[in-house]
C-alpha cells in the first residue's frame, strides 16, 4: 500500500549548517508530494509542494525535488536558523487513486545558535 | 485568504461527556480529512470523505466515536462517551484532487482542536 518513510529524528545541528531530512515513497499512479512542518505548539503549515516528477518546491530557503525514478522527495536547506526549529513531515497525497494523504512519522529538527 | 477553520480551538471536558469537533473546509474543497496527533501515536488519520461521503474510516474506533459531513460547508468529529486517552489535538485538512500526471492539489489544515479529557 501506499506509505511515507522518512528519517527519523531528532535531528540537532548548528545554526548555519545544511540541512537534509531524507523522504521515500511507495504509491501508485502520479502522487503530490509535499513537506509540512509544525513549530512548537502550533498546527501543520504548509512547506513546500511538488505535483510531478522533476518539479522542485521551495520555500523560505528549503527545497525538495520531486524524484520519480527513487520515489524521493528529501527537504534540504543551505543554512538553518533558530527559527527553524520545528517537526517536519513528508507527505503524499494520491488524487488519482484512493485520495488518501499519507504521511511520514516526522522529523524533530533543533537548531542550535 | 481561504482557510480551513476548526471549532473548538480549545476544549477541556469530563470524561463521559460528549465532545464536537467542527470543521469547514475551505469553499469548494471535496476532500475533507480527520487527524489525530499525539505524542506516543504521532499523526493517525482517523477518517476522509470525498464528496461528503466516508472512503475510509478505519482509523477511528466506533464505538465512541463518528464523523460525518451534513453538508459539504461542515465535517464533525463526535466523540461520546469521552475518555482521558482521546487527549490530542484533532486536525481537520481539506482538498480539491485532480486526475491525471499532476494529480492533486493542495491540502490545507485547520488549527486544530486541543481536546483535553479528565
Known amino acids: 500500500g501506499d506509505s511515507v518513510t522518512q528519517m527519523e529524528g531528532p535531528v540537532t545541528l548548528s545554526e548555519e549548517a545544511f540541512l537534509t531530512i531524507n523522504c521515500t515513497y511507495t504509491a501508485t499512479g502520479y502522487p503530490s508530494l509535499f513537506w509540512y512542518v509544525q513549530y512548537p505548539g502550533e498546527g501543520l503549515q504548509l512547506l513546500l509542494k511538488?505535483?510531478?516528477?522533476?518539479d522542485k518546491g521551495s520555500n523560505k530557503g528549503f527545497e525538495a525535488t520531486y524524484r520519480k525514478e527513487t520515489t524521493s522527495f528529501h527537504l534540504e536547506k543551505g543554512s538553518v536558523q533558530v527559527s527553524d526549529s520545528a517537526v517536519y513531515f513528508c507527505?503524499?497525497?494520491?488524487?488519482?487513486?484512493?485520495?488518501?494523504?499519507?504521511f511520514g512519522k516526522g522529523t524533530l529538527l533543533t537548531v542550535n545558535p | 485568504d481561504a482557510r480551513v477553520t476548526q471549532t473548538p480551538r480549545h476544549k477541556v471536558t469530563e470524561m463521559g461527556q460528549e465532545v464536537t469537533m467542527r470543521c469547514q473546509p475551505i469553499?469548494?474543497?471535496?476532500?475533507v480529512f480527520w487527524y489525530r496527533q499525539t505524542m506516543m501515536q504521532g499523526l493517525e488519520l482517523l477518517a476522509y470523505f470525498r464528496n461528503r461521503a466516508p472512503l475510509d474510516d478505519s482509523g477511528m474506533p466506533k464505538d465512541r466515536f463518528s464523523a460525518e459531513m451534513p453538508d459539504a460547508t461542515l465535517a464533525t468529529l463526535k466523540i461520546q462517551p469521552s475518555e482521558p486517552r482521546d487527549s490530542a489535538v484533532y486536525f481537520c485538512a481539506s482538498g480539491l484532487p485532480r486526475t491525471g500526471r499532476s494529480s492533486g492539489n493542495t491540502i490545507y489544515f485547520g488549527e486544530g482542536s486541543w481536546l483535553t479529557v479528565v
Open positions: 511538488a505535483t510531478k516528477a522533476d
Open positions: 507527505a503524499h497525497w494520491n488524487g488519482g487513486s484512493n485520495y488518501k494523504l499519507t
Open positions: 469553499l469548494g474543497h471535496n476532500t
